[in-house]
């Protein structure tokens, strides 16, 4: 990961720290199709919303190259913020708000 913070009109500070992928979760490409179709995503609105290339999730639904580590914790966070909009944010079906 690598984040650049502002430092007051100065040059910013790098700061990079190496992930161990080994903890992360795994994902086959049919539950990352799944969480997709749970957030209500193409595979487009994911590139648009993490940078990938537009044809890496389509290699990653057709097993040519692994799903990346980071996408099952990205994609499990999206869920856990669109369930929480939906439970706090979001009027309730019916009502008249």
Request: charged residues 20%; hydrophobic residues 35%.
């Amino acid at each position: 990961m690598h984040i650049n913070f502002p430092n007051k009109g100065k040059k910013a500070i790098h700061y990079t720290q190496q992930i161990n992928t080994t903890t992360l979760p795994t994902m086959t490409p049919e539950q990352f199709t799944a969480a997709l179709d749970r957030l209500g995503w193409k595979q487009s609105d994911f590139c648009r919303k993490t940078g990938v290339s537009k044809n890496t999730p389509s290699r990653w639904v057709n097993g040519e190259t692994p799903i990346q580590a980071w996408a099952p914790a990205y994609l499990e966070a999206m869920q856990d913020l669109a369930d929480l909009h939906v439970k706090y944010i979001a009027p309730a079906k019916g009502s008249n708000e």
